[in-house]
């Protein structure tokens, strides 16, 4: 099934005049290693941009001024902290772990703690979390009910085995089906799989979008809309990808290349155009 604008003013409501921060959700974002502090900051502007209520991120330490220097809405903490991610954790109604994260024995450790700690909260698992799974395959065994992977397709080959060649709808969905969780497979067409759902595409990317941290961006506004959209995570997934597509497509008509943070500062205007 192909994704269409109608799903935005489906999901997308108008704020109500009586609320407050924290009526639009809580999320955690725990990334952000010191070479890839990039990463984590262009997650947590998109999912600012989007709308959460609050923003929190567990990161390294080196990451933080960076970090507040460009969005300092957002509340830090360090990631080695452990009483003080546990308290973050239980706040949050929705949790991304993975961006900037990076591979080693630290990180390993930190996403088994994590997926241990998560209780009803949905997790959306992306980069360098996915890669952790795909290496350590017994994690899979202890994944919250309510988990979302974004992988591209060579994450995709590691995580569920599937060479990129034979990456069908068919196969992804199986996998899909076998492990529980919701799956956004990026590509030139990207396509939600989810339990139970027949797989929705999106038709409207662009070549443009083709660089660094355009995942990253996609992954804080997929987490900024659940934060404030919960109940239907296929319903959110499906639109938040598109919601990013429309975008670099529109900004695509005017310029070459359209970064990450392009994007993300569109989202406010176009959230507030799918609101009325």
Same mark, same amino acid.
């Given at each position: 099934?192909?994704?269409?604008k109608e799903i935005l003013y489906q999901l997308i409501q108008k704020r109500p005049i009586?609320?407050?921060?924290?009526? !639009?959700?809580?999320?955690?974002?725990?990334?952000?290693?010191?070479? #890839?502090?990039?990463?984590?900051?262009?997650?947590?502007?998109?999912?600012?941009?989007?709308?959460?209520?609050?923003?929190?991120?567990?990161?390294?330490?080196?990451?933080?001024?960076?970090?507040?220097?460009?969005?300092?809405?957002?509340?830090i903490i360090n990631w080695k902290e452990r009483t003080e991610l546990i308290q973050a954790?239980?706040?949050?109604?929705?949790?991304?772990?993975?961006?900037?994260? +990076?591979?080693?024995?630290?990180t390993l450790a930190l996403l088994e703690f994590v997926l241990k700690q998560i209780s009803?909260?949905?997790?959306?698992?992306?980069?360098?979390?996915?890669?952790?799974?795909?290496?350590?395959? #017994?994690?899979?065994?202890?994944?919250?009910?309510?988990?979302?992977?974004?992988?591209?397709?060579?994450?995709?080959?590691?995580?569920?085995?599937?060479?990129?060649?034979?990456?069908?709808?068919?196969?992804?969905?199986?996998?899909?089906?076998?492990?529980?969780?919701?799956?956004?497979?990026?590509?030139?067409?990207?396509?939600?799989?989810?339990?139970?759902?027949?797989?929705?595409?999106?038709?409207?990317?662009?070549?443009?979008?083709?660089?660094?941290?355009?995942?990253?961006?996609?992954?804080?506004?997929?987490?900024?809309?659940?934060?404030?959209?919960?109940?239907?995570?296929?319903?959110?997934?499906?639109?938040?990808?598109?919601?990013?597509?429309?975008?670099? +497509?529109?900004?695509?008509?005017?310029? #070459?290349?359209?970064?990450?943070?392009?994007? +993300?500062?569109?989202?406010? !205007? #176009?959230?507030?155009?799918?609101?009325?």
């Amino acid at each position: 099934m192909i994704i269409t604008k109608e799903i935005l003013y489906q999901l997308i409501q108008k704020r109500p005049i009586h609320s407050h921060k924290g009526t !639009f959700g809580n999320a955690l974002l725990i990334g952000g290693a010191p070479q #890839y502090s990039g990463a984590i900051i262009m997650a947590a502007t998109a999912c600012l941009n989007s709308g959460a209520g609050l923003t929190t991120v567990a990161t390294a330490i080196e990451t933080r001024t960076a970090l507040l220097t460009r969005a300092p809405e957002i509340m830090i903490i360090n990631w080695k902290e452990r009483t003080e991610l546990i308290q973050a954790i239980q706040r949050s109604n929705v949790i991304l772990i993975g961006s900037g994260l +990076s591979e080693n024995d630290f990180t390993l450790a930190l996403l088994e703690f994590v997926l241990k700690q998560i209780s009803q909260q949905i997790l959306v698992i992306d980069a360098s979390a996915i890669n952790l799974i795909a290496a350590n395959r #017994y994690l899979f065994k202890i994944l919250p009910k309510h988990t979302i992977f974004t992988p591209h397709q060579k994450e995709l080959e590691r995580l569920a085995e599937i060479p990129i060649a034979e990456q069908n709808q068919t196969a992804i969905q199986a996998f899909t089906e076998k492990i529980n969780a919701l799956i956004i497979a990026k590509s030139e067409k990207t396509t939600i799989y989810a339990p139970g759902e027949t797989p929705h595409s999106i038709n409207n990317g662009t070549p443009a979008m083709a660089t660094g941290g355009t995942g990253d961006t996609l992954a804080g506004l997929l987490v900024g809309l659940l934060a404030q959209f919960p109940k239907n995570c296929f319903l959110t997934a499906c639109a938040a990808t598109y919601l990013h597509s429309e975008i670099a +497509s529109d900004l695509a008509q005017s310029r #070459y290349l359209v970064l990450p943070t392009q994007i +993300s500062e569109q989202l406010p !205007f #176009y959230l507030y155009k799918y609101s009325h």
